[in-house]
């Protein structure tokens, strides 16, 4: 449903992706892994139609929409999930989720679109009405993914869902993600914690100094070498960390 061609970014003259090469197929979840500063937020922010691609193409659903503005990129059925969140801190939860469903596809279903969120987040329920800033971490990090769910994507790109959170909302998050991708969306997903990334992941990029270094199957990742080696402190021989437990996500409503 994704296909991202030979795309490269630059800020002002300093180049940051070269030559990329990436695809989601309907109902996939993929992830993007990398050290700090390889160029994960300028892929995913770019295929979210925020940066103009210096060469190369991006595909949705076989159109082409490299050159279309950002909103259009919404209005075809790809949200973004940004790094930090970017909430609307003083306003309410309620609000905040709805402003992801100001294009009119998504408008008619409101009431509906946030019937589910709040089913995938119940812990959000009680707090519609209070600032969106007063919430935990946890909290607000499902405000931010249920305001992309509220544009009812096909392709949800989450940039970070984990960063700044305990291990164990971390786990909840990663069980929403699954639920989430498990009803029917493809999920680009980019993330630090490469363990936890790739036991959730059908297929893995790895992107190092603005390249895709390493791509696959993200179990087969898990198991190589280089990659225990580099992002998982593990030495040659030892084994690697066994997949992240992975109860129901129904049987695990997400908490704060
Ligand atoms: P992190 O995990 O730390 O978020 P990342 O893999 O997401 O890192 P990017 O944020 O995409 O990496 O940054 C890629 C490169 O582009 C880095 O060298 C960074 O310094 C540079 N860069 C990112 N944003 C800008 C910007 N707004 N202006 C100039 N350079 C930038």
């Known amino acids: ?14 180049p ?47 159109e082409d929409i490299t050159q279309l503005p950002p909103h259009r990129f919404c209005d075809r059925g790809i949200a973004l999930v940004p790094e930090g969140r970017r909430l609307f801190t003083q306003m309410s939860v309620l609000d905040n989720l709805e402003l992801g469903s100001f294009i009119r596809r998504a408008k008619v279903q409101r009431r509906q679109t946030l019937e589910h969120v709040l089913a995938l987040f119940p812990a959000l329920k009680a707090k519609l009405q209070q600032p969106a800033g007063s ?78 270094s390493m791509q696959g199957s993200a179990s087969e990742l898990l198991q190589s070498p280089a990659i225990q080696r580099a992002y998982l402190g593990l030495g040659d021989g030892e084994p690697a960390p066994a997949p992240t437990p992975s109860p129901s996500p129904s049987s695990s409503p997400p908490q704060p």
Not at 1 to 14: F, H, P, Q, T, W
Not at 24 to 32: D, F, S
């Open 1 to 14: 449903m994704l296909e991202v061609r030979s795309i490269s970014v630059s800020y002002g003259a300093a």
């Open 16 to 62: 940051a992706l070269w030559d990329i090469d990436l695809d989601v197929a309907q109902g996939e979840l993929v992830c993007v892994v990398g050290p700090n500063g390889a160029g994960k937020t300028t892929l995913i922010n770019a295929v979210a139609g925020l940066h103009r691609v210096g060469g190369g193409r991006i595909r949705y659903q076989g």
């Open 135 to 212: 919430l935990s971490g946890g909290q607000q990090q499902m405000v931010a993914i249920g305001r992309g769910l509220m544009a009812r994507p096909g392709l949800l790109l989450l940039d970070e869902p984990s960063l700044g959170l305990s291990p164990l909302v971390v786990q909840d998050m990663f069980n929403a993600i699954r639920q989430i991708n498990q009803e029917g969306t493809s999920i680009l997903l980019v993330e630090q914690n490469v363990s936890m990334a790739m036991a959730l992941a059908q297929r893995a990029y790895v992107v190092e100094e603005g390249r895709i």
